[in-house]
């Protein structure tokens, strides 16, 4: 039996890639969502942990290339799309790693979504051009747009527990340590 080519799904700037879930809070599955003109959508699952992850890393990424590069990056992005998810929602793989990238000449964010395969996934495998590997969903998109993913992906995240309403981070039933009050529990 041959090895089956990996499937990379490809959007170049789609018109929609968001975060988004299913279910109800406690029992939610955490989506990234591609979608393009020519009406091609993408799901992937993922952990909710790792949409904070790919919210915060991408936000430290835009950040970086602000100050270094010659790219006016938007500091901040206002949550336009609160739409859910597009339906049916078809799981096509579940997310095990993720890759990140700045491509300077296309001034735009790349993110890939790799799925897990029969073997560990090697870190040069991601954002690679490998036939071989895990099925892949890479996503290319402008700095605006990310901010605007990040932003939506922070309130979906937190959309699972009531917010607290000076800092607006998620209340946890204990408590949390708020930053509007130097650190102090409420």
């Not at 700037?13 to 599955?29: E, I, K, N, S």
């Amino acid at each position: 039996m041959g090895r089956v080519p990996r499937q990379v799904h490809l959007f170049e700037r789609p018109t929609r890639f968001v975060a988004g879930t299913v279910g109800q809070p406690g029992d939610r599955t955490f989506y990234l969502q591609a979608s393009d003109d020519a009406g091609r959508t993408v799901s992937v699952a993922l952990e909710k942990t790792q949409v904070q992850v790919l919210a915060d890393r991408m936000n430290e990424l835009l950040d970086e290339v602000s100050g270094r590069a010659n790219t006016v990056i938007p500091p901040e992005a206002d949550v336009d799309d609160l739409e859910p998810l597009t339906a049916p929602v078809e799981e096509e793989f579940r997310v095990a790693a993720m890759g990140l990238a700045w491509d300077a000449s296309a001034e735009a964010v790349v993110v890939e979504a790799v799925a897990a395969g029969e073997e560990p996934i090697e870190e040069d495998a991601i954002l690679s051009d490998s036939d071989e590997g895990p099925d892949a969903l890479r996503v290319t998109i402008t700095p605006m747009a990310a901010r605007a993913f990040i932003a939506r992906a922070r309130r979906v995240v937190a959309a699972g527990r009531p917010a607290c309403p000076l800092c607006s981070l998620p209340l946890d039933p204990v408590g949390h340590v708020c930053p509007r009050q130097n650190g102090y529990r409420r």
